[in-house]
């Protein structure tokens, strides 16, 4: 229990779930966020009142309903958090910091305007898609607020499917699935190059105050087509989130693209988009200054025939063409009012 990292495993799977319940699902994982009885026991062991309300707060919700099978289908140690549940921390109200920032071999960070169902929440990662079971996914990103996910990550294809059609999905096919390449994540696109799934995109910067930001460099996903490519994602300080590209070093001519996955019904306006979904709206504006032209591109069109059918799912595209000097590219995304 003294190994680095270890104790902040609990606050990582506190801050890794969306006020919405759900996990941020990048690599190979799901969305659906299931009983996790060993927060319990890290409560208990490090007295971390927050990691013991955390869970007793889910399993709340739980119990209130609709009960969904699948929550208990694969949790066989579910019975002990009978055993480790400290009942004392359920009256220590302090709240878990809104922020939260891991910088290891596949870096993330996490943060939210509150611990409400309706509160801003962003996640944002970097890494390399060859580490265990990753996607290419360095710099994509995911955005909850007003209770509706804006941006998506879609997780993982189950293995059994795959592998029973002849799928190579640890080998020569893994990058053509779409759940797991680079074409549904929000990750910026260079021409038609693809995405080196080598790459390794570190956290270059990260702080929590006085407002979160990141910064990854994402220069290793096009090593021969740029000099530099640097992400940040940042808190606005008034309830929104920002997204800036600084690129450097891309021939004239060539089309960068920077991309946002959603669920939403897409309504393109001169200076962005607006995304709408169960009676709310949110905004994406483009920074003034830059020239660009958006596009959405319906997942059908993105799809192979071993992909599994998102109809729902669609790519939002600012596009800017290269002069070949330096510049930036910047968005800017909050609720509608």
């Given at each position: 229990d003294a190994l680095p990292g270890f104790r902040e495993s609990a606050t990582y799977m506190m801050h890794m779930v969306g006020p919405s319940r759900e996990f941020y699902p990048y690599f190979d994982s799901r969305a659906l966020r299931i009983p996790l009885p060993a927060l319990f026991w890290f409560g208990r062991h490090f007295n971390d009142a927050a990691a013991t309300r955390t869970e007793a707060e889910f399993l709340k919700s739980v119990i209130r309903g609709p009960l969904e099978p699948v929550l208990w289908t694969e949790n066989r140690l579910f019975a002990l958090s009978l055993l480790w549940m400290d009942p004392a921390h359920l009256e220590n109200n302090a709240p878990p910091p809104l922020a939260w920032i891991g910088n290891g071999p596949n870096p993330v960070a996490f943060w939210r305007e509150s611990w409400t169902a309706d509160a801003l929440w962003v996640g944002a990662k970097g890494g390399r898609a060859t580490l265990s079971h990753g996607h290419i996914d360095a710099g994509s990103f995911i955005i909850e607020a007003g209770g509706v996910r804006w941006a998506v990550d879609l997780g993982m294809?189950?293995?059994?499917?795959?592998e029973a059609m002849g799928v190579k999905l640890w080998g020569e096919d893994r990058w053509k699935i779409f759940r797991l390449g680079p074409e549904s994540h929000s990750l910026p696109r260079i021409g038609d190059v693809a995405p080196d799934p080598e790459g390794n995109c570190p956290l270059v910067q990260g702080s929590v105050t006085p407002h979160p930001s990141v910064t990854f460099d994402l220069t290793a996903l096009y090593p021969k087509t740029l000099r530099r490519l640097?992400?940040?994602?940042?808190?606005t300080g008034t309830g929104g989130v920002r997204v800036i590209d600084e690129v450097d070093g891309l021939p004239a001519g060539t089309?960068?693209?920077f991309t946002w996955m959603t669920k939403a019904e897409v309504v393109i306006e001169p200076s962005g988009v607006v995304?709408?979904?169960s009676g709310r709206a949110f905004r994406i504006t483009v920074s003034e200054g830059s020239a660009f032209t958006t596009s959405v591109l319906d997942a059908a069109a993105l799809l192979t025939p071993i992909d599994t059918p998102m109809p729902e799912i669609k790519r939002v595209e600012f596009s800017v063409i290269s002069t070949g000097t330096?510049?930036?590219f910047e968005i800017t995304g909050s609720l509608v009012p």
């Open positions: 294809e189950e293995y059994h499917r795959l640097h992400r940040t994602v940042a808190s089309v960068y693209r995304l709408r979904e330096r510049f930036s």
